[in-house]
């Protein structure tokens, strides 16, 4: 197996092949001499397993990306935005072309969580949780004069504009400052990048919905603790009577329980179906 990114990366640390020699010696306890690492750059001579698993480790990359295959460091970001619109727009396009033909080929998992978190954010802007003013549907960068989806959009697959990849990374930002997540996808190929990608989104959008779920059901129990202090205040000041306070209170407690249910908390709570 040749090295090809061998030389991308030492000359990315700034050192010549000596000096890098000299850097996996001392650093990193790998032992290979500068005439190795030439060859190995050269595709001349290939490592040993044992060689190769170790310089992976040392380098902090995978095996894949030192060969020369996958994806590049420096193409992590366009690669983002290229899957996330893909995964949106081709399944957009091929489920309006062929709905009539086969309506089960829509949805795909990366498409319909895209969905599910944009979804989400209108949800948290409109409950005050975001104070950004988002845009939350991509497919208003395509439409034409009257509101509806361009056709000629359609038919060209949606290309790709400053706007809509705007749109993709401050919506899903998440992915592209997460350094630590964006090392993963060094060296990997299309498929297990979109699998990767696929995770993520999915962890975040858990963790998000989670901190939705849980912010509704604080305010809903502000407003429920509010109302029933506004009703007991009125039968205390002879603006209710006794039986029309317990209706009241009856009536908010069996809403607050339903609304609890919804939401996904309390065991016990039961909730009309």
């Known amino acids: 197996m040749a090295l090809p990114r061998i030389k991308e990366i030492r000359q990315k640390l700034g050192m010549t092949q000596a000096e890098f020699s000299d850097y996996l010696a001392k650093e990193k306890n790998i032992n290979?001499?500068?005439?190795?690492?030439?060859?190995?750059?050269?595709?001349?001579?290939?490592?040993?397993?044992?060689t190769l698993n170790k310089l992976s480790e040392a380098l902090n990359v995978p095996q894949n990306y030192l060969a020369g295959k996958g994806i590049n460091e420096e193409d992590i970001d366009e690669t983002l935005t290229n899957t996330l619109h893909n995964a949106y727009f081709n399944s957009y396009s091929n489920y309006v072309?062929?709905?009539?033909?086969?309506?089960?080929?829509?949805?795909?998992?990366?498409?319909?969580?895209i969905d599910s978190y944009l979804d989400l954010n209108q949800r948290m802007y409109y409950s005050n949780i975001l104070y950004d003013s988002p845009k939350f549907n991509p497919l208003i960068f395509y439409q034409d004069n009257t509101g509806e989806v361009s056709r000629e959009a359609i038919k060209a697959h949606f290309p790709r504009s400053k706007k809509i990849d705007?749109?993709?990374?401050?919506t899903f930002e998440f992915l592209y400052n997460d350094f630590k997540f964006k090392k993963t996808?060094?060296?990997?190929?299309?498929e297990k990048f979109s699998e990767k990608?696929?995770?993520?989104?999915?962890q975040?959008?858990?963790?998000?919905?989670?901190?939705?779920d849980t912010d509704s059901l604080l305010n809903t129990i502000e407003k429920f603790s509010s109302d029933l202090k506004l009703d007991v205040y009125e039968w205390q000041n002879?603006?209710?009577?006794?039986?029309?306070?317990?209706?009241?209170?009856?009536?908010?407690?069996?809403?607050?329980?339903?609304?609890?249910?919804?939401?996904?908390?309390g065991k016990n709570v039961k909730s009309e179906q």
């Open 238 to 265: 002879s603006k209710k009577t006794k039986d029309e306070l317990d209706e009241n209170i009856d009536e908010k407690i069996y809403k607050l329980n339903k609304a609890i249910s919804k939401l996904g908390f």
């Open 32 to 50: 290979i001499s500068r005439a190795r690492i030439a060859k190995y750059e050269l595709g001349i001579n290939t490592p040993s397993d044992d």
């Open 166 to 170: 705007k749109f993709w990374k401050k």
């Open 97 to 113: 072309i062929t709905l009539e033909e086969d309506p089960q080929k829509m949805p795909y998992k990366l498409k319909r969580l």
């Open 185 to 190: 996808l060094i060296g990997l190929n299309k």
């Open 204 to 212: 975040q959008y858990k963790q998000d919905k989670l901190k939705y």
């Open 197 to 202: 990608v696929t995770e993520r989104i999915e």
